[in-house]
């Protein structure tokens, strides 16, 4: 398509950008180069790929297209979010600092505090909902500002462009893991962010079917570092599930809009039920952080965490549902449900697992496609079981 495709709506960016047809057969959909190397026209020059940990037309369309649907300079991919983590972290050097919200995936805290600070890095872990602790946590070796929001699984809203203003009025950076939004719903480098992550696993591929990570970064010299890690280091995300996630992300913005939807009905659904004690959903007027997340999104997602009260009413619940599937990960089309204290936050220790609030009776719902009626008849019935 010819003209900017920064200046057409979501959904055709989602479907075009990145992606022209295919020069040599008008192919709609981008070829799979499944090639470990490219033949060089003669010594010395080549048509612009050497080696396929270094560059794959696969998954440079999708480098591409992230990097228009997040507004950003440029994207890089990975064989999964964690190693997408692990590449943005390279940014630091020895004795440096991070602050980071204190309610982050479980995978992110193991690498944070299990390996990382194995090499002289630091972390002070915050309510990031608070700009004065972000602020008071900064020091003059802090590089870095970690934030998910919402979070996981407490589904805490932090302020964005607050906290970039913070970051960079001290000489640091922001990263923002906007894997819980999608870039549907959430842009964080149009609030400051410097870099955005994402677990292409979730809402970008959509289908449960291909494991994977993102950069997406706004600064010349960050792309620069990164796309030098990624040849360095070799976590690259193969052809077959680069072209998986760009398969997905063209229905993004329908996927998210239905996600959402059921998402609503089922946390006021929720709400209303004598057996739950606590509904965390940005979406619900009532949460503290409904206001900001109004001003800085354009919804509020499809993950909905609550509390049982007990680990025995959530094992009921759990091993009730039917439509539901128990199991880990999110947004992919099938509604998934979960137990963060003992599956995505087992590697969390206990006494930090009951600061944050994830207790045994906290069960948490990554709202699919399906029937929304299906979907609540579902939850019902297992909570019938209680």
């Known amino acids: 398509m010819k003209g900017d495709p920064r200046t ?110 194995r090499y002289d890095l630091s972390f002070s872990w915050v309510d990031s909902t608070r700009l004065d602790a972000v602020a ?56 400051g962010a410097d870099v955005v992550i994402h677990s292409t696993t979730k809402f970008l591929n959509g289908h449960s079917d291909s494991i994977g990570g993102a950069l997406i970064s706004k600064r010349v010299d960050h792309a620069d570092w990164f796309a030098f890690v990624q040849k360095s280091v070799g976590a690259i995300l193969s052809p077959f599930d680069s072209f998986l996630v760009l398969r997905g992300i063209k229905t993004l913005a329908v996927r998210m809009e239905q996600h959402e939807s059921s998402g609503r009905r089922l946390a006021e659904f929720l709400v209303t039920h004598p057996k739950v004690e606590t509904v965390l959903y940005p979406g619900l007027i009532d949460h503290p952080g409904y206001e900001i997340q109004r001003r800085q999104a354009t919804g509020f997602g499809a993950l909905i965490s609550f509390d049982l009260g007990s680990y025995q009413a959530a094992k009921t619940l759990l091993d009730a549902v039917e439509v539901m599937s128990l199991a880990e990960s999110l947004g992919g089309v099938e509604t998934l449900i979960s137990h963060p204290a003992s599956m995505t936050h087992a590697s969390v220790p206990a006494a930090r697992r009951a600061d944050l609030g994830i207790g045994e009776g906290l069960v948490r719902i990554s709202v699919g496609l399906e029937d929304a009626d299906d979907l609540m008849a579902d939850l019902e019935h297992g909570l019938a079981r209680i």
């Open 8 to 117: 057409r709506a979501f959904s055709t960016r989602a479907i075009h950008a990145g992606q022209p047809p295919d020069p040599s057969t008008g192919s709609v959909a981008v070829p799979i180069y499944q090639t470990s190397t490219y033949v060089y026209e003669e010594l010395g020059k080549h048509k612009g790929y050497e080696y396929a940990r270094v560059q794959n037309p696969t998954r440079a369309a999708l480098e591409s297209n992230l990097a228009t649907l997040e507004d950003g300079l440029a994207g890089h991919a990975f064989a999964s979010g964690m190693s997408a983590i692990s590449t943005l972290m390279t940014l630091l050097e020895a004795g440096e600092h991070t602050v980071c919200s204190r309610d982050v995936y479980g995978g992110t805290f193991r690498f944070f505090h299990q390996v990382l600070e």
């Open 136 to 191: 008071e946590a900064m020091t003059d070796r802090t590089r870095l500002v970690y934030i998910e929001t919402p979070t996981n699984p407490m589904m805490e809203i932090t302020d964005i462009a607050g906290v970039a203003e913070i970051a960079h009025s001290r000489g640091a950076i922001l990263a923002v893991d906007n894997t819980f939004m999608s870039p549907y719903f959430q842009r964080p480098l149009e609030l």
